[in-house]
């Protein structure tokens, strides 16, 4: 008897998924987080969360949703935890370098630095927002918020954001930008 026939339901779902979806789910947290790593680490605690208890009756649909779901969590608990940490990090840190093909590579450069320095709650609004393109009610079910406390982070967020990429961009507001950023990753 073959052992992936005897392999229970959510298994396979586990598998389909990662197979199917997984490099949209790892882009998805590497805008919630910026970091390549610490997107994959985000992609794997979230599956862990999502199926650490056996769970069937799951199709990669509704899985998909979970899961992004839990790496939205992780992300904004992990930033609970260290958000003392974020304040000095920059002190400490070297950014990588590295010289970009074109002015789209510079300004998606630009935005991810900038996303960086958002609270991770203001991030979080901000890549619902404009990478999800959900609106602020659906923004707010989903973090468990009230609609005006999304729209004051989404407002902070795009007010810090706007003071820097002003400088660099003369024609295109921080709005334009994310949302051109969101369109050229398959959103």
Not at 36 to 45: E, I, P, S, T
Not at 46 to 69: C, D, H, I, P, Q
Request: charged fraction near 30%.
């Amino acid at each position: 008897m073959a052992q992936a026939h005897s392999s229970p339901h959510w298994e396979q779902v586990v598998e389909r998924l990662v197979a199917e979806r997984g490099d949209a789910l790892t882009r998805y947290a590497y805008f919630v987080c910026g970091s390549r790593d610490d997107a994959a680490d985000l992609v794997q605690d979230a599956l862990v969360k999502t199926f650490g208890r056996l769970r069937n009756g799951f199709s990669v649909a509704s899985a998909e949703g979970y899961v992004r779901r839990a790496i939205l969590n992780t992300y904004i608990d992990r930033g609970r935890r260290t958000s003392r940490w974020r304040r000095i990090a920059h002190l400490t840190a070297v950014p990588d370098v590295a010289d970009s093909p074109s002015a789209d590579s510079e300004s998606r450069i630009d935005l991810q630095e900038e996303l960086r320095k958002l609270t991770p709650r203001e991030r979080a609004c901000l890549v619902l927002r404009y990478y999800e393109d959900l609106k602020v009610d659906d923004i707010a079910a989903t973090l468990e918020l009230s609609s005006g406390a999304v729209k004051r982070y989404l407002s902070d967020g795009l007010s810090k954001m706007a003071v820097s990429l002003a400088e660099d961009t003369d024609d295109e507001s921080p709005d334009a930008t994310i949302t051109t950023l969101g369109a050229r990753n398959g959103k």
